[in-house]
């Protein structure tokens, strides 16, 4: 009876979902690469590497080239090299005040720069680097404003968060306030009738900010072209997602908006995801949708996090030596035969010249004189002949 009564409640039981995919080398080539490096080839990711809500999933057989893979790899490494970089400068104390580093991330701004067009828009929090550079911007100019020197993006003036290019609508300092920011700009490129999309970037950690859900509502209201993007590190600060959120599947949670998980580790998955959100806000005008790329950082939440009172060092390291996204890449270039060992090498070689170039550039910029607290205050070409200062009598002229 005692039997009997198990098997009862075990048909009870719901059936478990199938998990994410998160290894950064899942992917399966289909044909032989040809010898046309721009030429494409088929290759096909984990079955797994998508979980869609209310939507269909991304083709998983995918079309790239020699080419594509190899620029990918540079712009990881160029990017990790950059934080690596900006990481040396802040504990020799060249560069203070907030930090935040995205080393383990690669995957999602590479990718997401990958998929979309430059007159795209795309705002994200504080984790912000390798989006400025991406889009636009200069690894100089990103460690400039680091270390507050005139070459920075700002001019030194706006430090780790506030970087910005035409289509790149900064670091966000106020948790979650970029999210409404970004279903505004996407209103803005409907009310113009742009054929373009905005990708809203927020963390695991602020996906439970009631500005979040406001903006989700108001982008379902008006159908914008907005693409909501969960970046799920997996702990917001010091958090784990577990304790921090009843519900952790972040891309189930727009209501009516439909939502799509994604491997966040596999640069493949995440630009194939990409290039499906811009289909769906903007060739076929759906309105918004969600992204959840799950991924993983490495270092703290900032600087001043050690980062393993809340984790274990083994966690950490597991991490890396299993799912990095860079080492996934290149596991994909040696085994597809796109470049061997040495030629990566060289290619790692290029990108530590070329952030170790711009470090020593950015340091040799001056920091921003005493008058140019008193410029950039209005957007350039609208400025009045003169600013008042602190007190009636103190005048700044342009």
């Not at 550079?133 to 200069?138: A, E, I, K, P, T």
């Not at 809203?200 to 979040?212: C, E, K, M």
């Not at 299993?322 to 796109?338: A, C, K, M, S």
Request: proline share 5%.
């Amino acid at each position: 009876m005692a039997s009997l009564a198990r098997l009862r409640v075990s048909r009870r039981l719901p059936q478990l979902a199938r998990g994410i995919q998160t290894s950064a080398d899942t992917t399966q080539l289909q044909d032989a690469p040809p010898s046309e490096s721009s030429q494409p080839f088929t290759v096909k990711l984990h079955e797994d590497s998508f979980r869609a809500h209310n939507c269909d999933k991304p083709e998983l057989d995918v079309q790239v080239s020699k080419d594509q893979l190899l620029g990918w790899y540079k712009q990881m490494q160029t990017m990790r090299r950059m934080e690596m970089a900006a990481d040396a400068l802040y504990k020799a104390k060249l560069i203070r005040g907030f930090c935040h580093l995205a080393i383990g991330q690669e995957a999602v701004s590479v990718g997401l720069e990958a998929g979309i067009t430059p007159e795209d828009r795309v705002i994200t929090a504080y984790r912000c680097h390798p989006f400025a550079v991406l889009r636009g911007g200069s690894i100089k100019g990103v460690i400039g404003e680091l270390l507050g020197r005139q070459v920075g993006m700002s001019h030194g003036k706006g430090g780790s968060m506030h970087i910005f290019t035409p289509s790149f609508f900064g670091g966000n300092g106020i948790v979650g306030a970029q999210v409404p920011v970004g279903a505004g700009i996407a209103f803005a490129q409907k009310y113009l009738e742009k054929d373009t999309a905005t990708f809203a970037l927020y963390g695991d950690g602020a996906s439970n900010q009631g500005q979040v859900f406001e903006a989700f509502n108001m982008a379902k209201l008006w159908n914008l072209p907005c693409v909501f993007v969960c970046e799920n590190n997996k702990y917001g600060m010091g958090t784990s997602a577990e304790r921090s959120s009843s519900n952790t599947e972040y891309f189930t949670r727009g209501d009516k908006i439909p939502g799509l998980q994604v491997n966040g580790m596999d640069i493949i998955a995440t630009k194939q995801a990409v290039e499906y959100a811009r289909q769906w806000t903007v060739a076929e005008k759906k309105g918004p949708l969600l992204l959840e790329f799950v991924t993983y950082r490495y270092g703290g939440h900032s600087m001043s996090d050690p980062g393993t009172t809340y984790r274990t060092r083994e966690e950490v390291q597991r991490m890396r030596s299993t799912q990095d996204p860079i080492r996934g890449l290149q596991r994909y270039i040696e085994e597809w035969g796109v470049a061997s060992e040495q030629e990566l090498k060289q290619l790692d070689k290029e990108a530590k010249a070329t952030v170790d170039a711009a470090v020593e550039e950015a340091k040799a910029s001056p920091e921003p004189l005493v008058k140019d607290l008193w410029t950039d205050i209005y957007y350039k070409g609208t400025e009045p002949p003169f600013m008042r200062g602190r007190e009636r009598e103190e005048i700044h002229h342009y």
